[in-house]
C-alpha cells in the first residue's frame, strides 16, 4: 500500500469510494437532510475546488486501486476521512492520518467526528472537546487531537 496526493485525474474514483463508505456506515445514523447534506459536499466540483484552494487530500492505494481518502481544511481541520468498508480496520485510516498530520503546522487538529466513528477517533488519539453539535441534518461529535511539537 502506499500514500500520495489526490490527482485531479482522480477525482472521480475518490468520490465514488467516499460516498460508498458513507453510504456503508455514516448514512444509516442521518436524517434525509443529514445524508443530503453530506452528499453535497463529494460532488466532483466540490471536491476539485477545495482542492484547488489548497485543502490537502491524501490517498491510499492498494496496488491500483484507491483504498482510503482523507483531507484537511483550514491548515488543522480533518475534515474526510473514508476507507473502502471491505478494508477498514487493518490500519488504512491511521496511516492516512498520520500522513495527513505530517503537513499540521497548528498545535492541534480538529474534527467534527460521525457519531459512530467517535471510537475510531479515540484510538487515534483524538478527545471530546465540545457537546455532540447538529447542522443541517448532520450529528456530529466534535474532538481535537494535540500534536506533538515537530522537533
Do not use: W
Amino acid at each position: 500500500m502506499r500514500l500520495e496526493k489526490l490527482k485531479i485525474s482522480d477525482l472521480s474514483i475518490a468520490s465514488s469510494l467516499i460516498e460508498k463508505a458513507f453510504d456503508d456506515s455514516v448514512a444509516p445514523t442521518l436524517s434525509k437532510e443529514g445524508i443530503a447534506t453530506f452528499k453535497s459536499g463529494l460532488t466532483l466540483e466540490s471536491i476539485k475546488k477545495r482542492l484547488s484552494s489548497g485543502n490537502l487530500f491524501i490517498v491510499c492505494r492498494s496496488k491500483s486501486a484507491i483504498v482510503g481518502v482523507g483531507e484537511i481544511r483550514d491548515k488543522n481541520h480533518l475534515n474526510l476521512l473514508f476507507v473502502e468498508p471491505s478494508m477498514q480496520k487493518v490500519g488504512i485510516g491511521r496511516k492516512i492520518f498520520y500522513e495527513l498530520l505530517r503537513s499540521v503546522k497548528e498545535s492541534e487538529v480538529t474534527v467534527n467526528s460521525s457519531l459512530n466513528s467517535i471510537g475510531a477517533y479515540k484510538q487515534f488519539g483524538f478527545i471530546e472537546s465540545d457537546v455532540v453539535g447538529e447542522v443541517k441534518g448532520i450529528k456530529y461529535q466534535p474532538m481535537v487531537y494535540k500534536v506533538e511539537p515537530k522537533t
